[in-house]
Nanobody, 122 residues
Framework: QVQLVESGGGLVQAGGSLRLSCAASGSIASINTIGWYRQAPGKERELVATISTGGSSISYADSVKGRFTISRDSAKNTVFLQMNSLKPEDTAVYYC???????????????WGQGTQVTVSS
């Protein structure tokens, strides 16, 4: 089992910044990828960014490229999402996800955090 705890959400004006954190604990060795997803009201959950636990592989959704940065602190088993130039359409609940990937396919269980609300006012 892997436990994920997100923090750092809040209310910010358009153009502002927020930094989300995802602290992982438990069977860390069973996962090799941590990602951020978000879900806006009435919409499906969508992938925002992912990072391998080794840090060598990073990917972003087109909608956040150039504005968001995902990073990790291996010593603290924590992944961060730095969000700059925020837009009202970034408003959503942001979830941390952990899984093991093999050849581009998620294998084994998916782990989710409880989510943190990000609200961007115009």
């Amino acid at each position: 089992q892997v436990q994920l705890v997100e923090s750092g959400g809040g209310l910010v004006q358009a153009g502002g910044s927020l930094r989300l954190s995802c602290a992982a604990s438990g069977s860390i060795a069973s996962i090799n990828t941590i990602g951020w997803y978000r879900q806006a009201p009435g919409k499906e959950r969508e992938l925002v960014a992912t990072i391998s636990t080794g840090g060598s592989s990073i990917s972003y959704a087109d909608s956040v490229k150039g504005r968001f940065t995902i990073s990790r602190d291996s010593a603290k088993n924590t992944v961060f999402l730095q969000m700059n130039s925020l837009k009202p359409e970034d408003t959503a609940v942001y979830y941390c996800n952990a899984r093991r990937m093999y050849s581009g396919i998620a294998i084994g269980p998916l782990y989710w955090g409880q989510g943190t609300q990000v609200t961007v006012s115009s």
